[in-house]
């Protein structure tokens, strides 16, 4: 009989050793979401990386005065030209790094500045989560765009410093929110009281057992912020507030704007960095839906059954 409940007992070890192994990368290989969203955003990366890979024809700066202004899209130049003769398939290409920079920098400032103060205020408690539940109602509650549109046009117009501070200062409280109610759930855990009666310090429990445990939610904070900087920047850009001579996809649609791109019968002009813009952002939406499937037990069920009736 003994000898039977070892025999059993030997797959589920096994088993249960090998699932943490590559559980996540499974997930994500037959996640289609994640899959069609990572595709985006490597090639966004490689745009970004290596722009004159793909305008090899290209020697010098972009932004360069041509010869010929206005000109509809050809062989020579794919999308057209702008009014002062500048290639917009090469503008287009190289402005990817200075919109993926945006993105990435904007969303991970924004989501270090909610993991703190959400993670801080669930685990400290008392006053210290009255003040910071405070600031975090008052930052939500505010009018976002008309504040960004202040912020950025006194603290200094054309600073592309400037924009992503004022994008992490307006996009970290609604992650902030989500991550102290993650946070509260876990505060009275077993495994959080050991810690405490072995008198660890709260930034080594905070950064040790807490953060951890709450991965999933900060990588859907991060790609949740870089959505919503990239095409909050776009918009700043499009109005006149960011450096009017940079290489970005805002800008693209501020000069298209201003020079008529429309009029003059050159849509691909208007349309190609709106539309870069609405693709890198579809990659984080997606990969941010897909990572929210993956990681959500709840979610699991649906999926499984689906693929049941489906086979």
């Known amino acids: 009989m003994s000898a039977i409940v070892t025999g059993a007992a030997a797959p589920t070890t096994t088993t249960a050793t090998r699932r943490p192994r590559g559980g996540l990368l499974r997930a994500i290989m037959h996640n289609r979401k994640a899959m069609i969203g990572a595709g985006l955003l490597v090639l966004f990366i490689l745009l970004a990386a290596f722009p004159h890979l793909f305008v090899p024809w290209l020697h010098g700066d972009p932004r360069a005065i041509g010869e010929l202004p206005l000109q ?29 920079i945006i993105a990435v920098v904007a969303g991970l400032g924004a989501t270090i500045l909610s993991v703190i103060i959400g ?6 408690g008392g006053y210290a989560d009255d003040g910071l539940s405070m600031l975090t109602d008052i930052f939500l509650v505010l009018p976002t765009f008309p504040l960004i549109i202040v912020l950025a046009t006194y603290a200094g117009k054309g ?66 912020a870089a959505l919503y900087s990239v095409l909050t920047a776009a918009g700043l850009q499009f109005l006149g507030l960011g450096d009017p001579n940079s290489l970005s996809w805002g800008t693209m649609l501020y000069w298209a704007q201003n020079q008529g791109a429309l009029v003059n019968g050159l849509p691909a002009w208007a349309l190609s960095p709106g539309l870069a813009v609405a693709l890198l952002g579809v990659s984080f939406a997606l990969l941010n ?17 689906r693929a049941r009736s489906a086979s």
Do not use: C
């Open 289 to 305: 839906y897909a990572f929210d499937e993956i990681s959500n037990p709840a979610l699991r069920p649906v999926r499984r059954r």
């Open 119 to 124: 993670v801080s205020a669930a685990y400290l």
């Open 72 to 100: 509809s899209p050809s062989g020579k130049h794919w999308l057209g030209t702008t009014g002062l003769g500048q290639d917009v398939y090469a503008e287009l290409i190289y402005s990817t790094r200075e919109s993926l």
């Open 159 to 224: 600073n592309l410093t400037v924009i992503i501070v004022v994008l992490i200062l307006t996009g970290w409280s609604y992650g902030a929110r989500q991550m102290r109610a993650q946070a509260l759930s876990l505060r009275n855990r077993d495994f959080l009281e050991s810690a405490r009666v072995r008198g660890e310090r709260s930034s080594y429990i905070i950064v040790v057992e807490v953060l951890p445990t709450m991965i999933s939610l900060i990588v859907a904070n991060f790609l949740g």
